[in-house]
């Protein structure tokens, strides 16, 4: 007897590599577009603490931030809470890319999930986030989200 969860392997595996809006230019690089992202969400943050939230090796996020400063998406400043490290902060144009790209990648899945109730969309999304969040859970590193999401909470699913 095939698993439930062999299912939701193969859809994962689809899903992770499908392009919500195809064929078009990006404005930020994956990378770039999930550091951005969570510096948004959670303020400035040192190598040490990227590291610590992505599980990555501090090598890793030296490339990915010296490529994100080269492109005047972050910028380095010192710890505003008075620690040794520096912190990158996200600048004007990481910001303002970063809204470009999500309104695209939204208007993408506005098109894709067209024919979609508002109450379906709704549910699918606090499915998406419970799987993400028992993901973060078991991996001891949890995401933050923003604080203005219209999402129902995963229990009322």
Known sequence: MIRPTHEVEYEQMLLSRHEVMPRRARLLER??????SRIRLQGPMTIGELSDAF?????????????AM?????????????????????TG??????DEERAIITNGLDKVMAEWSDE???????????????????????WPRPADTDARPVESV
Do not use: C
Request: hydrophobic fraction near 40%; proline fraction near 4%; avoid cysteine.
């Open 120 to 142: 379906d969309i709704v549910t699918f999304a606090a499915y998406l986030r419970r799987f993400n969040t028992d993901i973060e859970r078991l991996s001891g590193r949890p």
């Open 70 to 90: 080269r492109a005047g998406l972050l910028e380095r400043i010192p710890d505003p809470e008075g620690g040794i490290a520096r912190k990158f902060r996200i």
């Open 93 to 98: 144009k990481g910001a303002r890319l970063l």
């Open 31 to 36: 990378s770039a577009y999930v550091l951005l």
């Open 55 to 67: 599980g990555l090796d501090a090598s890793t996020l030296n490339r990915q931030t010296a490529a």
